[in-house]
């Protein structure tokens, strides 16, 4: 349920559109959460483990020597 005062935008935004309440919802959610354009959408969380390096693959096992003082297979 809404709040009265958000109850009344909602219903004269969906009259001006002429559109469904339903319609004007699912286009807010899609503003609010940048889903709108053609641009790819932005994932705050990607970059997030981001070592700088680009061979840390290669190097894991002495990475784990390294960062636990042994080999895993011990």
């Given at each position: 349920m809404?709040?009265?005062d958000l109850a009344r935008v909602v219903e004269a935004e969906r009259?001006?559109?002429?559109?469904?309440t339903a319609e004007l919802v699912r286009l807010a959610?899609?503003?609010?959460l940048g889903l709108t354009g053609n641009r790819p959408?932005?994932?705050?969380?990607a970059a997030l483990g981001?070592?700088?390096r680009t061979?840390?693959?290669?190097?894991?096992e002495e990475i784990l020597?390294?960062?636990w003082g042994r080999r895993r297979d011990d």
């Open positions: 809404l709040p009265d009259r001006r559109r002429d559109i469904s959610l899609r503003s609010y959408r932005r994932v705050p969380f981001r070592s700088g061979d840390t693959s290669e190097k894991v020597e390294r960062e």
